[in-house]
């Protein structure tokens, strides 16, 4: 980590689930937690249940130049949706000027192919030195973030990921960037199902293929998995935005009736894995719109509409500790129905419940270690 922020720690245990202990506190007493990561996993029998466990955990930045890097990289990495709008007004700002109006010309002409060519379809164009850049690591530590992997991963196999809940803007993502990622789940290469209309808009489309994203379409996701690749999705869709309330004790997922990634999983032997997000619904502050719009809206136009701001009533998220926990996978089981068959309904229906189950124990699990008082609750609709 070439920025020095982020701490490891493998084969602790969860301590905050007898005692309380603020997240993080194991990372906190181990100063040179790095260097006895390392050698614990070098000198570990990969077969030790103690090794499984690893937690990344994040420092805040040195004050002066790198707080003011943090907050211009977070806060245009926040607003990237409106990238391509903002070029297009800069440059039309500047169209006075005839060199200008050339320019823009080429640069139009120039981008035709990469915004038609269907990337998001397909494998998508994941740009692997940006992802991977320690530059995330600013905006990651911004927050605080403490990521949690309760299981090692065989690279052998391909995963579906199921992260809950969906959030506002997603700011989990940002979390598995910066090399993260590979640190915890070294040989698991995979894409993440993103909205289609986000790669309908100039530069955001780039961005999104860049950082691993495809469309959430089931045509593309199928294509994934045969590639050898693991998928990411949020089951819960764009109804979660609208249901994450910075003022409610509630945490709401949507995932009773979503049960199509699960047979996803089946249909392709892929292992389910669960991932719990908390503390995002606590980075944003919102005006409730009366629900028959946002139906309205979600239903007709399919946007979600949410009135919401962050720091100085900018996207820029409010610094609230956010903790992911990845769960120890689940087995789809083999795929024993056939080229072209389908699993039964009732098989689906069972592995959807052993899935949601695992997902309501990681939410009780870890919601005292990650900031949540006894109060807060889970509610699956």
């Known amino acids: 980590n070439a920025l020095g922020l982020h701490r490891v720690v493998l084969g602790s245990k969860n301590e905050h689930d007898s005692d309380g ?6 990372a906190a007493a181990a100063k040179s937690s790095m260097k006895k990561a390392a050698s614990e996993s070098n000198n570990s029998n990969n077969n030790n249940g103690d090794v499984d466990r690893m937690e990344v955990s994040f420092k805040p930045v040195p004050a002066g130049f790198w707080t003011v890097v943090q907050f211009l990289w977070g806060f245009a990495l926040v607003h990237y949706i409106f990238s391509g709008f903002v070029a297009a007004g800069v440059l039309y700002a500047l169209s006075g000027i005839w060199a200008v109006r050339i320019i823009t010309v080429i640069v139009v002409v120039a981008y035709q192919p990469s915004f038609w060519d269907r990337s998001e379809l397909g494998l998508g164009r994941p740009w692997e030195a940006l992802r991977a850049h320690p530059l995330w ?75 691993g994203a495809v469309d959430a379409g089931r045509k593309t996701a199928v294509r994934v998995l045969k590639a050898g690749l693991s998928v990411m999705v949020y089951p819960g869709g764009s109804r979660e935005i609208f249901s994450t309330d910075p003022n409610s004790t509630e945490t709401k997922i949507y995932l009773s009736k979503r049960r199509g990634f699960v047979k996803l999983a089946m249909q392709h032997g892929s292992d389910l894995v669960p991932v719990f997000i908390f503390g995002e619904k606590r980075c944003y502050r919102r005006l409730n719109v009366p629900t028959s719009v946002q ?14 701001w962050g720091r100085g009533f900018t996207w820029y998220p409010l610094a609230a500790q956010q903790t992911m ?34 997902v309501c124990l990681l939410f009780e699990t870890h919601k005292a270690a990650a900031g949540y008082g006894p109060e807060e609750t889970l509610k699956v609709v």
């Open 295 to 308: 139906e309205w809206m979600l239903r007709v136009l399919k946007i979600p509409v949410i009135i919401f």
């Open 21 to 26: 202990a603020p997240a993080g506190a194991a």
């Open 325 to 358: 926990v990845f769960g120890a996978p689940i087995p789809a089981g083999p795929k024993t129905w056939g080229e072209g068959g389908e699993p039964s309904e009732e098989e689906v229906i069972a592995l959807h419940a052993k899935y949601t189950a695992a």
């Open 137 to 211: 690591n600013l905006t990651q530590s911004y927050f605080p973030a403490l990521l949690i992997r309760e299981k090692v991963l065989d690279p052998s196999r391909t995963y579906v990921f199921g992260w809950h809940p969906h959030g506002i803007l997603i700011l989990s993502r940002i979390h598995i960037y910066g090399g993260i990622w590979e640190m915890m789940f070294p040989g698991v290469p995979f894409r993440v199902l993103g909205a289609s209309p986000m790669f309908k808009l100039p530069g955001c489309r780039e961005i999104c293929l860049w950082m």
